[in-house]
C-alpha cells in the first residue's frame, strides 16, 4: 500500500462507506483495510468482551520526511471514532500508542521493537476481556482497558490494517510504502 505524504485525501472520513471520493479534506493520505464483521452493516462490530486478535505481517519499505506511519489500529466505532490503539512505524521503532480513558486527548506511547525499514514486522493485536495485549516481533505489552477507564465496556470496534502516511508535505514522490504479507482477524466469546 502506498501513500504520497501530498496526494488526494479522503472526504467522508476515514470511516465512511463506498464509494469513497477522494480529495484534500482529511489530514493525511491512507490506504487501509477495515474490518466488517456484515459487509452491509458498517455498525456491526465486536466489543471488548470476548477474545479478538489481529495477527498481521508487513514490511515498512519507505516513508515519508516526518518518518512515520501507522500500519495497524482497533478503532472504535462512536460519535468521534478514536482509535483505541494504533500501532505506528516511526523512525525505525515500532510502537503502540494507546488511548487510556474514552475521553483522553493524548495516548500513552509504548515502544515494542526497533525495525529497519524492508525488515518483517510481525504482530499481533489481542483484546481479551479489556485486557489489550500487543505484541511486534516478540516483545509484549499488556494494558487492562476496563480497569483503566470502565467506558471502554460501552464501546464498540474493529479493526484496521494499512499505511496512514503521516506527512502531508513534501516533494510529490514523499510518502509511506507498506507491504502486507500476513493478516488474520479471529473472533470469541
Not at 480529495?23 to 468482551?49: A, C, F, K
Not at 485486557?131 to 474493529?158: C, E, H, I, K
Not at 499505511?163 to 507498506?178: F, I, K, L, R, S
Request: hydrophobic share 35%; net charge negative.
Amino acid at each position: 500500500m502506498r501513500a504520497l505524504a501530498r496526494g488526494p485525501t479522503l472526504v467522508g472520513g476515514r470511516d465512511s462507506v463506498p464509494p469513497r471520493h477522494f480529495l484534500d479534506i482529511d489530514d493525511y493520505q491512507l490506504g487501509e483495510l477495515r474490518e466488517m464483521l456484515d459487509p452491509d452493516d458498517e455498525t456491526v462490530n465486536w466489543t471488548g468482551y470476548g477474545t479478538h486478535i489481529l495477527e498481521g505481517q508487513c514490511k515498512v519499505t519507505q516513508i515519508p520526511s516526518t518518518r512515520r506511519t501507522f500500519i495497524a489500529q482497533i478503532h472504535g466505532f462512536n460519535e468521534t471514532a478514536d482509535p483505541l490503539l494504533k500501532l505506528r512505524y516511526d523512525n525505525r521503532v515500532v510502537e503502540a500508542l494507546v488511548r487510556e480513558t474514552v475521553a483522553a486527548t493524548n495516548d500513552t506511547c509504548f515502544p515494542l521493537a526497533t525495525v529497519d525499514l524492508g525488515d518483517v514486522i510481525a504482530y499481533q493485536i489481542k483484546m481479551t476481556d479489556g485486557l489489550l495485549s500487543v505484541t511486534v516481533n516478540g516483545t509484549s505489552q499488556s494494558v487492562n482497558m476496563f480497569q483503566l477507564d470502565p467506558a471502554w465496556t460501552n464501546r464498540t470496534f474493529y479493526f484496521k490494517a494499512g499505511n496512514y502516511c503521516q506527512d502531508n508535505a513534501g516533494t510529490p514522490d514523499e510518502g509511506a510504502v507498506v507491504s502486507f504479507y500476513h493478516l488474520n482477524v479471529n473472533h470469541s466469546p
